[in-house]
């Protein structure tokens, strides 16, 4: 079992950045893949980033290439986002994700885990 705790959203203006980060607790939280996806209201929730279990492979959407990077700390048992030049249009819940077996995994469906979300709104 893995529990997933994100932190570090917030309101921020356009052009701004957030960082967010997802506590893991489980010892296995090394041999799994993590993802961020995203929800805002009334759409599905969509992919934004994906890190192997080592950390060295990072995979990204592609509206997100560019202005997010994906990390983690397998010491720690954390999976950071640092998001930068934000839009409205970045705004949405985030989630922190694991559990997956393959890499890239950029469908909900591949995570196991999941954590309760952290809201980011950006302001205009």
């Known amino acids: 079992q893995v529990q997933l705790v994100e932190s570090g959203g917030g309101l921020v203006q356009a052009g701004g950045s957030l960082r967010l980060s997802c506590a893991a607790s489980?010892?296995?939280?090394?041999?799994?893949?993590m993802g961020w996806f995203r929800q805002a209201p009334a759409n599905e929730r969509e992919f934004v980033a994906a890190i192997s279990a080592s950390g060295r492979n990072t995979y990204y959407a592609s509206s997100m290439k560019g202005r997010f990077t994906i990390t983690r700390d397998n010491a720690e048992n954390t999976v950071s986002l640092q998001m930068n030049s934000l839009t409205p249009e970045d705004t949405a819940v985030y989630y922190c994700a694991a559990g997956s077996r393959v890499f890239p995994a950029t469908s909900r469906y591949q995570y196991d885990y999941w954590g309760q979300g952290t809201q980011v709104t950006v302001s205009s």
């Open positions: 489980g010892r296995t939280f090394s041999l799994y893949a």
